[in-house]
């Protein structure tokens, strides 16, 4: 299941689904610099919302000082690839991408 963005349309209405992203996916031209090589990677859109170090911690690292996460070990293992999917796909805003690059 793929988690949607959202946005507010004003301070009083719910938050709703945004349905006008121009790039539904992360960007790999617009990786961070400490995502090590390989297929997955974070993007600077990351939020640091902390989801991803949550569900993968072995993969996944926070950087404090810019507010972001990365790629700290590609996934290799059947359920660290699995984790690493899992992540990507509840991703809210769409930063994890998973470019196939091995």
């Not at 793929?2 to 790039?23: C, D, I, V, Y």
């Not at 640091?48 to 404090?64: E, K, S, V």
């Amino acid at each position: 299941m793929r988690l949607m963005n959202f946005s507010a349309k004003g301070s009083h209405e719910m938050m709703r689904p945004s349905t006008n992203r121009k790039n539904p996916m992360a960007n790999p031209k617009d990786k961070s610099p400490e995502n090590v090589p390989g297929p997955y990677y974070n993007d600077s859109t990351c939020l640091d919302c902390g989801l991803c170090p949550d569900l993968a911690p072995q993969i996944f690292r926070r950087q404090d000082e810019g507010g972001y996460t990365y790629v700290y070990h590609q996934p290799v293992t059947p359920e660290e690839i699995a984790l690493a999917e899992e992540a990507l796909q509840s991703c809210p805003t769409e930063s994890i991408g998973n470019d196939g690059a091995g």
